[in-house]
Each structure stands twice: as structure tokens, then as C-alpha cells.
């Protein structure tokens, strides 16, 4: 990843808190890692939520080209965004399906819902039917998360009701593994023998089954395609192992202030931290609106060069104060938040939570910078 130049700083300083990079090329690497980890499946890029808040557009131009053909996202609102920059011959699917009403604009747009209840397979067959067209679909089976898909009580329905599945063109049979960043959790095999016993009460199709971590339970958890979305993002998939993926993401925080205090003075939001000794502290323009949670108050949340900077008090919505003492730091400079000292996993965890939220809320108000 290159270097900052002075020109982003000012930027940054100009415009909002920070500067947050997204290496393409990182995700490019991570697209071709992921596809030597399962390599006899075909594997598509999940971009839901903006690309997981890097911004959905460089991400999906940045697959394209490393020649990913089934693109997901959550919602048809996402898709319709995309529609414009995603090939025709490239599958375009929406994880939700079509909402009630939204059906139409769904065939209109050659976006494939996931049909997950049989509210949607009824939907999707009586649009085909009405306007005499064969449309493609995937058909989500519910293995055990317990949160969208068909149930194995409702397969008698599906095979014996005449005319339900009629004029949908199945692409895909998929499921969700609820358990797959625990390898040893007894759910992976059950999810996966569900899964293979469910899918021989219906016509042979393409499998799906594994997101980022399923990749990595090996062959057995692969099937015909698999679906990455936070590995390509370099998010760890394995945690508790070393990661196999490449950072994407770096973030910068601006330094608004800098001051100088005695022993004994109150920092911040109800006062929970007072200095012990004189302290140089320095006020950093990102804080909870940003993504970064309250919940990271006492832990080093910044880096100037190699030096951790501890948070000093509460995490404001648009700042937070951090101790500078003994380091050269000036208003304007640039301190890491995310990069090669904090990855965005170790982040998460001081902040009590996972990689995948950390990076979907980290917001708008950062100047995006783009390196290939
Ligand atoms: C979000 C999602 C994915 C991608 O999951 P990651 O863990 O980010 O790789 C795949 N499949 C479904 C159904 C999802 O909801």
C-alpha cells in the first residue's frame, strides 16, 4: 500500500476526520487466495452493505476483473444500484429475494432473488406465469441457522404441489453454515449432512454452501460455489489462526489538537479520566459516529509510527482524546487507527466485537482513497 501523500492529508484535514484506504489489489489477491482454497468450486463475491463499507462499485469492478461471475448482495435495492455496472452474462443475487411488490423490477433488472419461504417461491413462479417467461432463481434450504431458507418440512410441498416451481429456472440450491468460524463445532457436519440429504428431494443443481470461514472447513464444506464476502475484505476467516488474507483497509485519524496538561485534570464526558502525571494529549477528529465504539475506551486505539496512543476518557460521536505524551505530534498529522499495528480483527476486539461490524459501520464521513 503507498504512502499518504500531502495532498490526502490535506484533503482529510479539510474535509473530515480521516482518510481510509482500499487497497483493490489486496482484494484482487484475496479473490485469487480464495479461490486456490477451494479449487473445485466456483467462487463468487458477496458485496452486500456497500461492499461491507468500502464501497460496493470499485469492489465489484475490482472482481470483474479477476473474473468473478456471481455477484451477492443483501438487499434488491443493492442490486438495482449495481445493475448498471454488472454484466448481463454475470449473475447479480439478492440474499433476501424480492420483497413483496418488488418482484417485477427484480425480473425487469435480470437480478436473481433467493427464493428463502414459500411465500417467495409462490411469488417468483406466478410472475413467470403471468408473463409466460422462465426466470432464474436460487433456493435457499434451511440446514440449521434457523434464519431464512426452505425447511425440510416443507420440501413434500415444493415436490408435490403441481405447478410451484413452474417456470422458475433453479440456478443454485444454497444454505448457510451458522457455525463455521468454530471448526469443531459439531453443527458444521450436521449443517453439511442436512444439506446433502435435503438436496436429494430435488432435481440436481449447483450447490452452495460455505461464506468466507465454510472455505476453510475444507472440501466437504465447499460444493459448487462458494460465497466470501469479509475474507475478500481481509477479514480473518480463521480466527484464533493466523490470517490468511491480506489487509485491505487502512484508516487515519486527523489530529485537531494538541495540549499540554498538569497532573490531576478531567478529560472528556463525565470525567472518568483524570490524569495521573502531566500529559500531552491530543484530540483526534473520529469517534463513535465514525465506528468507533465507546466501548474501546482504555485500549490503545491509535498509532503515531510505532507508538501506541491509549484512549483518554470516553469516545466522543465526532472525536476522542488520546495520550501523546513524549511523541512528536502536531494538529494536522495523521495517526493509524487501522493498519499494519491494529488490523481492523484486533480492533474489533478491544471493542467487543467482530471484524464484520467494525468495518460495515465505519461510515461515511471518512475521504475515501482508492489504491489498486
Ligand atoms: C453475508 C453472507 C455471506 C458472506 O459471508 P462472509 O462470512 O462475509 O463471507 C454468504 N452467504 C450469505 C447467505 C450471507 O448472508
Redesign the pocket.
Known amino acids: 500500500m503507498d504512502q499518504l501523500t500531502h495532498r490526502d492529508i490535506a484533503d482529510a484535514a479539510l474535509a473530515t476526520g480521516g482518510v481510509l484506504t482500499v487497497d483493490l489489489g489486496a482484494i484482487r489477491r484475496n479473490y485469487h487466495r480464495l479461490r486456490a482454497a477451494s479449487p473445485n468450486s466456483e467462487v463468487a463475491g458477496?458485496v452486500?452493505a456497500d461492499g461491507y463499507g468500502l464501497g460496493a462499485v470499485p469492489v465489484v469492478r475490482a472482481l470483474l476483473a479477476e473474473g468473478c461471475r456471481k455477484l451477492?448482495v443483501?438487499h434488491l435495492s443493492e442490486a438495482l444500484a449495481l445493475r448498471p455496472i454488472v454484466p448481463a452474462d454475470v449473475d447479480l443475487i439478492v440474499?433476501h429475494g424480492a420483497p413483496p411488490g418488488g418482484e417485477a423490477a427484480c425480473a425487469e433488472q435480470h437480478i436473481h432473488p433467493v427464493l428463502n419461504s414459500r411465500a417467495q417461491v409462490l411469488a417468483w413462479s406466478s410472475l413467470a406465469q403471468r408473463t409466460r417467461t422462465v426466470l432464474p432463481a436460487y433456493l435457499q434450504l434451511d440446514t440449521g441457522m434457523t434464519r431464512f431458507g426452505l425447511s425440510e418440512s416443507d420440501l413434500p410441498w415444493l415436490n408435490e404441489t403441481p405447478g410451484v416451481l413452474f417456470g422458475i429456472g433453479l440456478r443454485c440450491v444454497m444454505s448457510?453454515l451458522a457455525c463455521a468460524d468454530t471448526p469443531e463445532h459439531p453443527a458444521n457436519a450436521a449443517q453439511i449432512a442436512a444439506f446433502n440429504r435435503m438436496r436429494k428431494a430435488l432435481p440436481p443443481l449447483p450447490a452452495s454452501l460455505a461464506?468466507?470461514?465454510g472455505i476453510f472447513l475444507g472440501a466437504a464444506a465447499q460444493f459448487d460455489i462458494v460465497?466470501?464476502?469479509?475474507?475478500l475484505y481481509g477479514i480473518n476467516?480463521v480466527p484464533g489462526c493466523g490470517n490468511p488474507m491480506e489487509r485491505v483497509v487502512r484508516l487515519d485519524a486527523v489530529v485537531m489538537q494538541v495540549r499540554e496538561v498538569g497532573a490531576g485534570v478531567a478529560v472528556g464526558y463525565g470525567h472518568t479520566a483524570v490524569t495521573e502525571r502531566p500529559t500531552r494529549l491530543a484530540t483526534l477528529a473520529v469517534g463513535y459516529a465514525d465506528g468507533f465504539r465507546r466501548s474501546l475506551a482504555g485500549t490503545a486505539a491509535a498509532w503515531f509510527g510505532d507508538a501506541p496512543l491509549k484512549l483518554v476518557g470516553r469516545v466522543s460521536m465526532d472525536s476522542m482524546v488520546v495520550d501523546a505524551t513524549g511523541m512528536d505530534l502536531f494538529p494536522g498529522a495523521l495517526v493509524e487507527l487501522i493498519g499494519p499495528h491494529c488490523e481492523v480483527d484486533d480492533l474489533a476486539t478491544n471493542a467487543g466485537t467482530i471484524g464484520?461490524e467494525m468495518l460495515t459501520s465505519l461510515g461515511q464521513r471518512f475521504v475515501r482513497r482508492i489504491t489498486e
Do not use: I
Not at 460465497?227 to 475474507?231: I, K, S
Open positions: 458477496v452486500k451477492f443483501a440474499l448457510h461464506a468466507s470461514s460465497r466470501p464476502g469479509a475474507a476467516p464484520y
